[in-house]
């Protein structure tokens, strides 16, 4: 049965208290009567809107990350140069990540600590779409020049979110060396600084070095 995006208010309280349950006890460690408890609910409710603990970690995904395929789908249809494209794409994937990291490190605790994975369809559709949006500003690029032909696509999304996952990974240290003395200067250092250099570091990897070229 497909996933409906369009959450009611009972539904959206239900999974934001998942989430924080989530982030805070693990996915193993949150039972559905903890989460029914801790909303204030009907143990049943949960299972009538979400019919299991996996379910209502998919529909959390989708929750909290349907804005971000919208807006990198978007970005097929807009009149920009393919780096201007790939800038903005950055800018959004990290804007997004910073401001809902709970469910990104929920997913990647998962991840890092099963055995076997939750299997989040939602998340690997979510993945493969906006590979798909990358690979073609990427192709387009190419077809006009501008990029090189030998990039590897697949591993342009780990450079992206490996770069913000390390910086945010290690906040004190990071936040000591950088004078970022509170969470307002932190979040304002990886909407420009971070950003900017995830920016440019793509940047040197997709387009021809001109000066190389002319020797």
């Keep these: 049965?497909?996933?409906?995006?369009?959450?009611?208010?009972?539904?959206?309280?239900?999974?934001?208290?998942?989430?924080?349950?989530f982030a805070e006890?693990?996915?193993?460690?949150?039972?559905?009567?903890?989460?029914?408890?801790?909303a204030k609910i009907?143990?049943?409710?949960?299972?009538?809107?979400?019919?299991?603990?996996e379910r209502l970690l998919e529909s959390l995904v989708i929750?909290?990350?349907?804005?971000?395929?919208?807006?990198?789908?978007?970005?097929?249809?807009?009149?920009?140069?393919?780096i201007d494209k790939i800038n903005k794409l950055i800018e959004i994937y990290i804007h997004k990540i910073n401001c809902n990291k709970g469910i990104y490190r929920i997913l990647h605790f998962e991840?890092?600590?099963?055995?076997?994975?939750?299997?989040?369809?939602?998340?690997?559709e979510l993945r493969k779409s906006n590979f798909k949006t990358l690979e073609t500003i990427i192709k387009e690029?190419?077809?006009?020049?501008?990029?090189?032909?030998?990039?590897?696509?697949?591993?342009?999304?780990?450079?992206?979110?490996g770069t913000f996952f390390h910086f945010h990974m290690n906040k004190d240290y990071f936040s000591d060396l950088l004078n970022?003395?509170?969470?307002?200067?932190?979040?304002?250092?990886?909407?420009?600084?971070?950003?900017k250099h995830i920016q440019q570091?793509?940047?040197?990897?997709l387009v021809y070095d001109v000066s190389a070229t002319e020797m």
């Design 1 to 21: 049965m497909p996933f409906n995006s369009d959450f009611n208010d009972k539904q959206i309280q239900i999974l934001q208290v998942a989430e924080n349950l």
């Design 25 to 38: 006890k693990g996915f193993d460690g949150t039972s559905i009567r903890t989460i029914a408890k801790e």
């Design 42 to 53: 009907n143990i049943a409710m949960v299972s009538y809107y979400f019919g299991s603990k």
């Design 180 to 195: 970022l003395n509170s969470e307002e200067l932190f979040n304002n250092y990886i909407k420009t600084n971070l950003t």
């Design 141 to 161: 690029g190419q077809e006009k020049g501008v990029f090189r032909k030998d990039i590897s696509i697949p591993l342009l999304t780990p450079t992206i979110l």
């Design 201 to 205: 570091t793509i940047k040197a990897l």
């Design 63 to 82: 929750f909290r990350t349907k804005d971000l395929k919208i807006q990198i789908d978007n970005l097929l249809t807009i009149n920009l140069e393919p």
């Design 111 to 124: 991840k890092a600590t099963k055995k076997e994975e939750i299997n989040i369809n939602a998340f690997y």
